[in-house]
């Protein structure tokens, strides 16, 4: 992480909930992984498509800033599909 | 000083990214902020100094990151808060030379230990010759440091400061921890997750707001459940709010995903707790003094 940008973004977040009065669920117990919660993106393709969808990190952040880690992040996901790995020969040069 | 654009929108690799430089690479203006001068002791004798970016025309760059934190910093300072952060950071050692990871050996890399001794001081003894180095170059910015639950992984807790100077703590700590570490004949990484069947490494940020004026804890309420304030549970909210649009700022990388898999004492769901360390968010301490908000998200690259 840039850490800038990570304590950028939870403090940006953070004062915008105290300005706009947000109110929190209750807090959770037990296991966190356990149950019916909202998971955190699984992969950079699904953080950068709830990035782009949402107006808040715009504001928190400002667009360009969000404009410029989304552009990143794509050419960055880009790399990995465009590139063959040891796992892909692994995989499939012997059994296909 | 000016120096090419291109790196305030590049990728760990430097490559310069369709896009934002179609029409060519403007000069930014590098200004040096005297505030952030220190000594670094970890090269011999040598200081370090940081600069923020500009435009040529003087006004500070949009896609300088510590700019924008030192504007959410004035943003609170609007709103009569000061800010303290504390960055705990998480990172492997291996007794591999640097010179051969940087000659291609990313693979057959094994850990010093076949085995996990958190917390051990047996453990840390093996590594004290780096870990002690790390240590003697940041006596009053060091709170804690030990073996984690990783085979030659380490964690570094950084004692609470203001929030720009502990970003620029996390960015020295990170420089030395790798450069001592290369001069010591090893290679460290904060990388989110190096193998698969081995810990990832994360950074957890502990965040305070205190009233500007009075020093008193924004986030402490002695008469309300958990002892937390309004004001900490419209923090929290706001971190909720955004919690799937943010990820991508914790987590920037590919590699960052593979460290978020359930059971590994990842941040993962989409609520907070006060003890319990594996929501995404939650109190850390309750000491009424130091009570603070915390993300776990945060995986390092």
């Known amino acids: ?96 | 000083m000016n120096f090419a654009s291109f790196i305030l929108g590049t990728t760990t690799m430097d490559e310069v990214l369709p896009g934002l430089f179609d029409t060519g690479i403007p000069d930014v203006k590098g200004v040096l902020d005297l505030a952030s001068f220190r000594l670094a002791p970890w090269e011999d004798k040598a200081a370090i100094v940081l600069m923020d970016w500009y435009k040529i025309d003087g006004t500070p760059h949009p896609l300088c990151p510590r700019s924008m934190l030192k504007r959410k910093v004035a943003e609170a300072a609007e709103m009569g808060y000061s800010v303290t952060a504390a960055i705990e950071l998480e990172f492997f050692l291996f007794p591999v030379p640097i010179a051969e990871v940087r000659q291609g050996r990313w693979t057959n890399i094994e850990p010093a230990s076949k085995d996990i001794h958190c917390y051990s001081v047996l453990e840390g003894y093996f590594w004290e010759p780096i870990i002690g180095q790390i240590r003697a170059c940041f006596p009053d910015e060091i709170e804690a440091c030990l073996p984690e639950w990783g085979q030659g992984q380490f964690e570094v807790n950084l004692y609470r400061s203001d929030i720009v100077k502990m970003a620029d703590m996390s960015v020295f700590l990170k420089l030395a921890t790798k450069q001592i570490a290369a001069r010591m004949g090893a290679t460290a990484t904060f990388m989110a997750k190096w193998r698969e069947d081995m810990s990832g490494c994360s950074g957890h940020i502990h965040m305070s707001l205190r009233d500007a004026e009075t020093g008193k804890p924004v986030f402490s309420d002695e008469s309300r459940p958990l002892k937390l304030s309004e004001a900490f549970e419209s923090f929290l909210a706001g971190n909720l709010d955004v919690f799937a649009a943010s990820a991508l700022f914790y987590a920037p990388n590919m590699n960052s995903y593979k460290r978020f898999q359930s059971m590994s004492f990842a941040g993962t769901t989409k609520n907070w707790g006060s003890t319990i360390a594996r929501s995404a968010f939650g109190r850390s301490t309750t000491h009424p003094k130091r009570r603070a908000w915390k993300s776990v998200l945060a995986a390092p690259t």
């Open chain 1, 1 to 96: 992480m840039n850490p800038y940008l990570a304590c950028a973004t939870g403090l940006g977040a953070g004062l915008r909930g105290i300005k706009l009065g947000l109110k929190a669920p209750p807090a959770s117990t037990g296991n966190a992984y356990e149950g019916e919660v909202e998971r955190i993106p699984g992969t950079l393709a699904k953080a950068l498509a709830a990035a782009e969808e949402n107006q808040a990190i715009r504001e928190i952040l400002s667009p360009e800033l969000v404009d410029n880690a989304a552009r990143i992040a794509r050419f960055e996901m880009g790399v990995f599909e465009s590139t063959v790995t040891d796992l892909e020969r692994r995989r499939y040069l012997e059994t296909v």
